[in-house]
């Protein structure tokens, strides 16, 4: 069973950056693609980002294509997003999941692990 732990949320003023972590235990990270997703108040969780196993394909939600960047450490099991001119409507809880594929994948029903989940708040 793998456990997924995110860290580096916090509040920062619009055109700020944030770097998230997700500590991964538990499994063998390496066979895992990995996503990035958020949830806003009120709304549905979405798809941010993702990585591939290797962390050499990457994809990113339009809305934040350009701004924020996805990567892998294999051998520290973990998984970053680096978050940068950040926006107000950024503001939502952004949680890490692993799928057991090699390529992300932009569903969320398609991911079988999360993470509990970490607060970004970004004011204006």
């Known amino acids: 069973q793998v456990q997924l732990v995110e860290s580096g949320g916090g509040l920062v003023q619009a055109g700020g950056s944030l770097r998230l972590s997700c500590a991964a235990s538990?499994?063998?990270?390496?066979?895992?693609?990995m996503g990035w997703f958020r949830q806003a108040p009120g709304k549905e969780r979405e798809f941010v980002a993702g990585?591939?196993?290797?962390?050499?394909?990457?994809t990113y939600a339009d809305s934040v294509k350009g701004r924020f960047t996805i990567s892998r450490d294999n051998a520290k099991n973990t998984v970053y997003l680096q978050m940068n001119r950040l926006k107000p409507e950024d503001t939502a809880v952004y949680y890490c999941?692993?799928?057991?594929?090699?390529?992300?994948?932009?569903?969320?029903?398609?991911?079988?692990?999360w993470g509990q989940g970490t607060q970004v708040t970004v004011s204006s």
């Open positions: 999941a692993g799928v057991r594929r090699s390529i992300p994948e932009a569903s969320l029903k398609a991911y079988d692990y």
């Open positions: 538990g499994g063998t990270f390496s066979r895992y693609a």
């Open positions: 990585v591939s196993w290797n962390g050499v394909s990457t």
